[in-house]
């Protein structure tokens, strides 16, 4: 049982490891100069989708709780709050909107439903889009002005023009 237990801690402390190991190759990866661009992108952005995970946590909260009060009379995922908020999440994740059924007499549950299938895809999704393209165009001029010499794309071009050297001279 002890020993169960340790193996599982060094599992999790590996797969931690892991994941900062995998994080760290971002810093080799940004000697590249369009690889930078992309990075750049995930660093501009990051505040702003950060703001925009919180107004996604309040909207699905707050349909959360209207799912609760018109639903929880009849459909068991919606009878508790904590309930609610996880199939809405759930819903919202994996776009399966299966769980919301209300009663076909039930306009208000249709009504909310729908808003907030187009609230969640489509606001949602736009404010993302717009914000990557910001910060991708933002990243991009910060590349162009700098201009730095690229040593992996100048390391790659030295090793192709050897390499055709060698094939040309047989």
């Avoid at 709780?65 to 996880?86: E, W």
């Avoid at 909107?97 to 009504?111: L, Q, R």
């Amino acid at each position: 049982y002890f020993l169960n237990k340790i193996m599982s801690l060094s599992d999790s402390v590996y797969s931690v490891s892991i994941i900062l190991a995998t994080i760290k190759i971002f810093k080799y990866l940004k000697a590249s100069d369009r690889l930078s661009i992309l990075i750049g992108t995930l660093e501009e952005a990051a505040d702003d989708i950060v703001v925009i995970l919180l107004l996604v946590f309040v909207l699905i909260a707050g349909f959360s709780f209207a799912f609760y009060c018109s639903f929880s009379g009849y459909l068991k995922k919606f009878k508790t709050i904590p309930k609610s908020f996880l199939t809405s999440f759930s819903a919202f994740i994996t776009a399966d909107f299966h769980a919301f059924e209300p009663k076909e007499t039930d306009f208000f549950g249709y009504f909310i439903v729908y808003t907030y299938i187009f609230t969640m895809a489509s606001i949602i999704l736009s404010l993302v889009i717009a914000i990557v393209e910001e910060s991708f165009n933002q990243s991009q001029e910060r590349v162009k002005s700098s201009r730095l010499p690229d040593p992996l794309g100048i390391r790659l071009r030295l090793m192709r023009k050897d390499l055709c050297i060698c094939l040309s001279c047989r």
